[in-house]
């Protein structure tokens, strides 16, 4: 069963502190991983997009790695701002006949607090 | 450019009503996905939507239906309503026949609050 998988759950920090979000995934083919935040009661917005043979991508202070070998991805959020405080998806893609089939993951909940 | 548009915002049913909520995708774009999300979970596949046919389907009762118009705008249907059917009701869109099909970005509306009572 196709499955993505993050972790922690939920995560405190300090404005200003570095944090990690982690995403593991069983999904097979796979096409390519995004990273998408929610604010609460809003609708995701993508961050950013990996595919296969990228091992990093950086959208101002947000920056993802992707290891393809170990189904592992990591968002890096630098110099945390209030306005991180959302939950931030893993969603990952396969392409199946055409189409671009999607596996979302539960989520992490986010919350920097001052 | 408009983005993905949802309708209504909120909306209040009793137990056992009937639900419909609708969704104007991107213009070009002519798949419509819809989630659910209930307060505290992640989106659950709902229904997906391209060139008027349904395409795929997640794992929901036959009371979640929906479909989609000439224009490519949906409409989700929820018949004999349920309290755990309260939710973020998401839509989202893409186009599989523009440069956005090898990256397939789903493109989000704000949702719809839907409160059973």
């Known amino acids: 069963k196709n499955q993505v998988e993050q972790s922690p759950q939920s995560l405190i920090i300090l404005e200003g502190k570095n944090c990690t979000l982690q995403?593991?995934?069983?999904?097979?083919?796979?096409?390519?991983l995004r990273w998408y935040k929610q604010d609460t009661g809003r609708g995701p917005v993508s961050l950013t997009i990996?595919?296969?043979?990228?091992n990093t991508k950086s959208n101002g202070r947000y920056t993802a790695t992707l290891d393809a070998d170990t189904k592992q991805s990591s968002l890096h959020i630098t110099a945390s701002q209030l306005s991180d405080s959302a939950s931030y998806i893993c969603?990952?893609?396969?392409?199946?006949?055409?189409?671009?089939?999607?596996?979302f993951g539960t989520g992490t909940k986010l919350q920097v607090i001052p | 450019e408009a983005g993905v548009t949802q309708s209504p915002t909120h909306l209040i049913k009793t137990r056992g009503q009937q639900a419909t909520l609708r969704c104007s995708p991107i213009s070009g774009h002519t798949s419509v996905y819809w989630y659910q999300q209930a307060l505290g979970l992640g989106l659950q596949f709902l229904l997906w939507y391209d060139e008027g046919e349904e395409r795929n389907r997640g794992n929901f009762p036959p009371r979640f239906s929906g479909r989609q118009f000439p224009n490519y705008s949906s409409e989700l249907n929820v018949n004999a309503l349920e309290l755990e059917d309260s939710a973020l009701y998401l839509c989202a869109s893409n186009s599989i026949l523009s440069g956005i099909r090898d990256t397939g970005e789903l493109f989000f509306g704000e949702g719809s609050r839907l409160t059973v009572l």
């Open positions: 990996m595919t296969f043979s990228e």
């Open positions: 969603v990952v893609s396969v392409n199946s006949g055409g189409y671009q089939k999607v596996t």
């Open positions: 995403c593991n995934y069983t999904v097979s083919p796979f096409s390519n």
